[in-house]
């Protein structure tokens, strides 16, 4: 509470006397008589309890401290920005807080303030300040009345000498260059004075501390971006129900927890369900607008053209040619997209926060979605398509030399290098595809091998899907080409490989052996993951042969690989061949990946060898020591893919903890892999606490390898089901799993699985079907 109010004059007797003048001096000030100066401070006495002139100063003190107004909802995500502020006044008496319109810089100065009761505060704001009129603003936030004949700096120098103050100089960002000089001459005059400003740039002070305000997290549970998107939505009288969280999340994300789009967003619930929020945000940001308060805050186009207007033209020109980026970017990217030289106007747009750091860490920058959109508002169309096609043309150059040693690059610096380059090469591919762009074919073969070697994504995946269905694509690719992009696809779209694996076959030419490798070893793939998995084994026998005679141990190995899953599969689906001739196969094709440098490879076939061993019980502990072995590996790569590989492995042995699956399920959704999403939801089936329970989760995993186009898995879902159906004692549920394993798997199959008493059940329903 400020206290019972008082007078302007009272007020300005007030600042006199909190600033130590004595009455005679106030008098000066104030161009009024002593008597005159006696007789307010007697007033004041009386208004704000104060015994002596140092309650008085107290006093003062506490009303401008009371004056710190800050929002009551709740500070959400700022505790480590108020620690790291506290630690740049530890090193300086000038803190700067830097970032991005609307990312919270004024809240976090007054909170600051408001928590530090060693300084009295005093609040400048500088949104509508003239350079000639930031001197006048202090004076006036101190309560002083100054003579036009006295030298204004330095009475408001001395003034903020005569207590521990904390300046805090709001939005100073249309005034920095007259701002800085201010600041030197007021702390050349109060030493002790400690300044807090808040801008988009920094003032660029000698002994300047800036401290850069991000954006609040938005991913993770329980992330400070939902918090405030809550907050805001209950304050407005819409509490958000548990069944809304996942939308939350979403748009907190899509906003990149920049504070003011949230608020939009909040405004915006009022009148539009979350979901429909949700979705509306996924095409444009148009909804984010409301009717108060005026200014610059009103929406997120008056935000941020506060900083477009300070912009020269050279400047504009490069943030539009940087906002077409699908991604992110570095500085050599930034140049090839823009001009030579380019360099000192992407680090003045970093000045002005109008770029982020990217999350791949320092070195790589990119614009926040709700900047980027206002951004592409006002860039031709002319422009984007060049800058994606030297966007496509450059990361091709760079993963080229990249992929060039993939094969046998281990390295976490590797690892970290694929994580940035995966995302780059999927948006050109995908641009290159749309633009019937030549580099599509070398783009899909590159993503293919960044995606087999280092792990995926379900988007890159998906990518590589929209590239092996597109026919105008498929006329261009060699048959090396639809190999890599069989390579990647086979835990994905198991009908999509056969389809690739035919073409190279028709249009590989009979005398190229380097063709026909390729060719066979894509067909050999196809089949052993296939519903007719013997089939494999001639195109591996000639695959491996070819590889063999061109002393190409890589391709050899993976030949022995295929040749290994082709037998498991036939011991595990079709009850016949030697489990222990698929275990030999796998340990030849580590042999010969090893022999080729690629470690990755070898980590992968242990995990196949482990799974085999785990799924039929072949030898438990083999198993168990294996899988310990791949996660070990993965984790020294941080190669979350392969990790997940030999968890699940240990999940398959029961050595999983409590929610695991879930993780796993979540891990492997995320890869694109669906064959092993289906994996993990076979287990959970086998786990099921009820027959009913088991039977969900069977369909589940049944529509999962309909997705995959993985018949051989269709079938062993569709046969459990089965089992489940019966346990359930469903009669009509069982009927129908039967009739679905006959679609999958042919009649005979269906009769089979049936009991005595259910053959002529299921034939008559047949017969009537």
């Given at each position: 509470?400020?206290?019972?109010?008082?007078?302007?004059?009272?007020?300005?007797v007030?600042?006199g006397?909190?600033?130590?003048?004595?009455?005679?001096e106030?008098?000066?000030?104030l161009?009024?008589s002593?008597r005159t100066?006696?007789s307010?401070?007697a007033?004041l006495?009386?208004?704000?309890?104060a015994?002596?002139?140092?309650?008085l100063?107290?006093?003062?003190r506490?009303?401008?401290?009371?004056?710190v107004r800050?929002?009551?909802?709740p500070?959400?995500?700022?505790?480590?920005d108020?620690?790291?502020?506290?630690?740049?006044?530890?090193?300086?008496?000038?803190?700067?807080?830097v970032?991005?319109g609307?990312?919270?810089k004024t809240?976090?100065?007054?909170?600051f303030a408001?928590?530090?009761?060693d300084?009295?505060?005093?609040?400048?704001?500088l949104?509508?300040?003239?350079?000639g009129?930031l001197?006048?603003r202090?004076?006036?936030?101190?309560?002083m009345?100054v003579?036009?004949?006295?030298d204004l700096?330095?009475?408001?120098g001395?003034a903020?000498?005569?207590?521990?103050y904390l300046?805090?100089l709001?939005?100073?960002?249309?005034?920095?260059p007259?701002?800085r000089r201010?600041?030197?001459?007021?702390?050349?005059?109060?030493?002790?004075?400690?300044?807090l400003?808040?801008?988009r740039t920094p003032?660029g002070?000698?002994?300047?501390?800036v401290q850069?305000?991000?954006?609040?997290?938005?991913?993770g549970?329980d992330?400070p971006?939902?918090?405030?998107?809550?907050?805001?939505?209950?304050?407005?009288?819409q509490?958000?129900?548990?069944?809304d969280?996942a939308?939350l999340?979403?748009?907190?994300a899509r906003?990149?927890g920049?504070p003011?789009?949230?608020?939009?967003a909040?405004?915006a619930?009022?009148h539009?369900?979350?979901?429909e929020?949700?979705?509306?945000?996924?095409?444009d940001?148009?909804t984010?607008?409301r009717?108060?308060?005026?200014?610059?805050?009103?929406s997120?186009e008056?935000a941020?053209?506060?900083?477009?207007?300070?912009?020269?033209?050279?400047?504009?020109?490069?943030?539009?040619?940087?906002?077409?980026?699908?991604?992110t970017?570095?500085?050599?990217l930034?140049?090839?997209?823009?001009?030579?030289?380019?360099?000192?106007?992407?680090l003045r747009?970093?000045?002005?926060?109008l770029?982020?750091?990217?999350?791949?860490?320092r070195?790589?920058?990119?614009?926040?979605?709700?900047?980027?959109?206002?951004?592409l508002?006002?860039t031709d169309?002319?422009?984007?398509r060049?800058?994606?096609?030297?966007?496509?043309?450059l990361?091709?150059?760079?993963?080229?030399g990249?992929?060039?040693t993939?094969?046998?690059?281990?390295?976490?610096e590797?690892?970290?290098?694929?994580?940035?380059?995966?995302?780059e090469?999927?948006?050109?591919?995908?641009?290159?595809?749309?633009?019937?762009d030549?580099?599509?074919v070398?783009?899909?073969?590159?993503l293919?091998?960044g995606?087999?070697q280092?792990g995926?994504?379900?988007?890159s995946?998906?990518?590589?899907?929209?590239?092996?269905?597109?026919?105008?694509?498929?006329?261009?690719a060699?048959p090396?080409?639809?190999?890599?992009?069989?390579?990647?696809?086979?835990f994905?779209d198991?009908?999509?490989?056969?389809?690739?694996?035919e073409?190279?076959?028709?249009?590989?030419d009979?005398?190229?052996?380097?063709?026909?490798?390729?060719?066979?070893q894509?067909a050999g793939?196809?089949?052993?993951y296939?519903?007719?998995p013997?089939?494999?084994?001639?195109?591996?026998?000639?695959?491996e042969?070819?590889?063999?005679?061109?002393?190409?141990?890589w391709?050899?190995?993976a030949?022995?690989?295929?040749?290994?899953?082709?037998?498991?599969?036939?011991?595990?689906?079709?009850?016949?061949?030697d489990?222990s001739?698929?275990?030999?196969a796998f340990?030849a094709?580590?042999?010969?990946?090893?022999?080729?440098g690629?470690e990755?490879?070898v980590?992968?076939?242990?995990f196949?060898?482990?799974?085999?061993?785990?799924?039929t019980g072949?030898?438990?502990?083999?198993a168990a020591?294996w899988?310990?072995?791949?996660?070990?590996?993965?984790?020294?790569?941080?190669?979350?893919?392969?990790?997940?590989?030999?968890?699940?492995?240990q999940?398959?042995?029961?050595?999983?903890?409590?929610?695991?699956?879930?993780?796993?399920i979540?891990?492997?959704?995320h890869f694109?892999d669906?064959?092993c999403?289906h994996?993990v939801q076979?287990?959970?089936?086998?786990?099921a606490?009820?027959?009913?329970?088991?039977?969900?989760l069977?369909?589940?995993?049944?529509?999962?390898?309909?997705?995959?186009g993985?018949?051989?898995?269709?079938?062993l879902?569709?046969q459990?089901l089965v089992?489940?159906?019966?346990?359930?004692?469903?009669?009509?549920?069982?009927l129908?799993?039967?009739?679905?394993?006959?679609?999958v798997a042919?009649?005979?199959a269906a009769?089979?699985a049936?009991?005595?008493?259910?053959?002529?059940?299921?034939?008559?329903?047949?017969?009537?079907?």
């Amino acid at each position: 509470m400020l206290g019972p109010p008082l007078t302007p004059r009272e007020r300005a007797v007030l600042a006199g006397v909190e600033r130590r003048l004595t009455n005679p001096e106030i008098a000066s000030e104030l161009f009024i008589s002593v008597r005159t100066v006696e007789s307010h401070i007697a007033s004041l006495r009386r208004k704000l309890d104060a015994d002596s002139r140092a309650d008085l100063v107290a006093a003062a003190r506490h009303r401008r401290e009371s004056s710190v107004r800050v929002p009551a909802n709740p500070l959400r995500g700022r505790g480590r920005d108020l620690a790291m502020a506290e630690a740049a006044f530890a090193r300086g008496d000038l803190v700067t807080f830097v970032g991005p319109g609307g990312v919270g810089k004024t809240r976090l100065a007054l909170e600051f303030a408001k928590a530090h009761d060693d300084r009295t505060p005093v609040i400048v704001e500088l949104e509508h300040a003239s350079a000639g009129d930031l001197v006048n603003r202090v004076s006036r936030s101190l309560g002083m009345e100054v003579s036009p004949h006295e030298d204004l700096v330095a009475s408001v120098g001395v003034a903020l000498a005569a207590q521990p103050y904390l300046l805090v100089l709001d939005n100073a960002d249309h005034v920095v260059p007259a701002t800085r000089r201010m600041v030197s001459a007021l702390r050349a005059l109060a030493p002790a004075l400690k300044v807090l400003a808040t801008s988009r740039t920094p003032l660029g002070g000698n002994d300047e501390q800036v401290q850069v305000v991000e954006p609040l997290v938005s991913a993770g549970v329980d992330a400070p971006a939902s918090a405030l998107l809550s907050d805001r939505l209950a304050s407005a009288g819409q509490p958000p129900t548990p069944d809304d969280d996942a939308h939350l999340d979403h748009i907190a994300a899509r906003l990149d927890g920049l504070p003011l789009a949230l608020e939009l967003a909040a405004a915006a619930a009022r009148h539009l369900s979350l979901a429909e929020l949700s979705s509306r945000l996924d095409h444009d940001f148009a909804t984010l607008d409301r009717a108060t308060p005026e200014g610059r805050h009103r929406s997120l186009e008056t935000a941020f053209e506060w900083t477009w207007d300070l912009l020269t033209d050279e400047e504009r020109e490069v943030l539009r040619r940087l906002a077409a980026l699908p991604r992110t970017f570095d500085m050599d990217l930034a140049v090839a997209v823009t001009h030579e030289g380019a360099q000192g106007v992407v680090l003045r747009l970093l000045d002005r926060s109008l770029l982020v750091t990217a999350p791949t860490g320092r070195g790589r920058w990119r614009l926040l979605a709700v900047m980027r959109e206002f951004v592409l508002a006002r860039t031709d169309d002319a422009v984007v398509r060049d800058v994606l096609r030297r966007h496509a043309e450059l990361i091709t150059t760079v993963s080229e030399g990249f992929i060039a040693t993939a094969r046998t690059d281990a390295s976490a610096e590797a690892m970290q290098l694929s994580v940035m380059l995966c995302p780059e090469v999927n948006a050109a591919l995908r641009w290159s595809l749309a633009e019937r762009d030549p580099l599509a074919v070398r783009l899909s073969a590159l993503l293919a091998i960044g995606v087999e070697q280092y792990g995926s994504d379900a988007d890159s995946v998906e990518a590589l899907a929209m590239g092996a269905r597109d026919e105008w694509m498929l006329e261009r690719a060699t048959p090396a080409q639809l190999l890599v992009l069989g390579n990647a696809l086979a835990f994905f779209d198991v009908e999509v490989v056969a389809a690739l694996a035919e073409r190279a076959l028709t249009v590989a030419d009979a005398s190229d052996p380097q063709q026909q490798r390729a060719a066979h070893q894509l067909a050999g793939m196809a089949a052993a993951y296939g519903p007719h998995p013997a089939e494999a084994l001639p195109h591996l026998d000639i695959a491996e042969r070819l590889a063999v005679e061109h002393d190409d141990a890589w391709d050899a190995a993976a030949a022995r690989q295929f040749r290994g899953v082709a037998l498991r599969s036939i011991a595990m689906q079709e009850g016949a061949g030697d489990l222990s001739a698929a275990v030999e196969a796998f340990e030849a094709a580590m042999l010969s990946y090893a022999r080729a440098g690629d470690e990755t490879h070898v980590n992968n076939v242990r995990f196949m060898m482990a799974l085999t061993a785990a799924e039929t019980g072949h030898d438990r502990d083999r198993a168990a020591r294996w899988a310990a072995e791949c996660v070990a590996y993965a984790e020294a790569m941080a190669n979350d893919h392969e990790r997940a590989h030999g968890r699940l492995v240990q999940a398959t042995l029961g050595l999983d903890g409590p929610g695991e699956l879930d993780d796993l399920i979540a891990s492997f959704r995320h890869f694109g892999d669906l064959r092993c999403v289906h994996r993990v939801q076979m287990l959970r089936a086998a786990r099921a606490a009820s027959p009913r329970r088991r039977v969900d989760l069977l369909r589940e995993a049944a529509a999962i390898a309909a997705t995959a186009g993985d018949r051989a898995r269709q079938i062993l879902a569709a046969q459990a089901l089965v089992a489940a159906q019966r346990d359930a004692g469903d009669r009509g549920g069982l009927l129908a799993a039967l009739d679905a394993l006959a679609d999958v798997a042919g009649r005979d199959a269906a009769l089979a699985a049936c009991r005595p008493d259910e053959i002529a059940l299921f034939l008559g329903e047949a017969a009537s079907a």
